[in-house]
């Protein structure tokens, strides 16, 4: 059952942009770890109340904006443990003052009592017309765990021992592992060894900049094998590609020569470095 933050915050109006920028980098972090969804919203029409109302909750004071604000979080324990490892993360560690008076913010906890959307349903109701599911011999919950403790908005959903006796084990050995990675529904199961995975299959990780590039590089890797072009196998011998979205773009470009540089560049790296590719791109 999802959990979700609620907020109330008084901004001066004039810092708009400010705040905007500060909440883009906040929901970064919160989505790191494990947050679905993180909502800004600026107030447009907050009226005055009688008894009391949104500006009286937070001491607004004149030439400043009501935002409402809510962070939505797989269940309260994903909530709990991300509050508890943010508050060492140096990220959440700055000597620059925000553009609110955090004093006067006001927030909670909240459990979903009921959700037009869907959300109160029980978790693996919801059909994806298409799932991917992938084949371990033995490590199936294993790897769903890495995977969801890797990409936001990520869990094991479920895991079901197959009550029968199957050509991958006796009654009990054969397990089916739900899982979510990204939003995205995945199945795997562990039945003793079939195919290996090989390079035919992959999984493409886009990356908006240098620091996601890095990050998912570096936790696929752990215990895996590096390889060219932006391609890695996990432990268990899944294949990833790490790209950075920006890649599309530049092997996009109408010059030839421009897309070809691009090309050989990316053809020359292990993990691939977006300022190289834009280099390449440029010449430099």
Not at 36 to 62: L, Q, S, Y
Not at 69 to 75: A, F, L
Not at 192 to 213: K, M, R, T, W, Y
């Amino acid at each position: 059952m999802s959990y979700i933050d609620g907020f109330v915050t008084p901004v001066p109006t004039g810092k708009k942009a400010a705040y905007r920028e500060l909440c883009a980098k906040a929901a970064q972090l919160f989505q790191e770890y494990g947050a679905t969804r993180v909502v800004e919203c600026w107030g447009d029409d907050v009226p005055d109340g009688k008894i009391t109302d949104f500006k009286g909750a937070v001491k607004a004071e004149a030439g400043e904006t009501i935002v409402f604000s809510w962070i939505v979080w797989p269940s309260k324990e994903v909530r709990d443990q991300a509050s508890a490892k943010m508050r060492d993360d140096p990220r959440m560690q700055t000597t620059e003052d925000p553009p609110f008076d955090p004093k006067r913010m006001i927030w909670g906890g909240f459990a979903v009592l009921f959700d037009s959307g869907g959300e109160d349903r029980k978790a693996g109701t919801r059909v994806q017309k298409i799932t991917p599911h992938l084949w371990y011999a033995k490590e199936a919950e294993e790897a769903a765990r890495f995977y969801a403790s890797i990409f936001p908005d990520s869990r094991v959903d479920r895991v079901t021992a197959l009550p029968s006796d199957t050509p991958g084990g006796p009654a009990g050995s054969v397990k089916v592992v739900e899982f979510t990675l990204c939003g995205q529904p995945f199945m795997a199961i562990s039945a003793g060894p079939l195919d290996p995975f090989n390079h035919s299959i992959s999984f493409v990780v886009s990356c908006d900049d240098q620091a996601e590039v890095d990050r998912y590089w570096n936790a696929l890797l752990e215990g895996g094998s590096a390889e060219q072009c932006g391609w890695l196998r996990d432990r268990f011998g899944v294949c990833w590609q790490i790209v950075p979205t920006a890649l599309g773009d530049l092997m996009a470009d109408p010059d030839p020569q421009k897309a070809r540089r691009v090309s050989e560049a990316m053809l020359k790296m292990v993990k691939l470095d977006i300022a190289g590719l834009k280099a390449a791109h440029e010449a430099r």
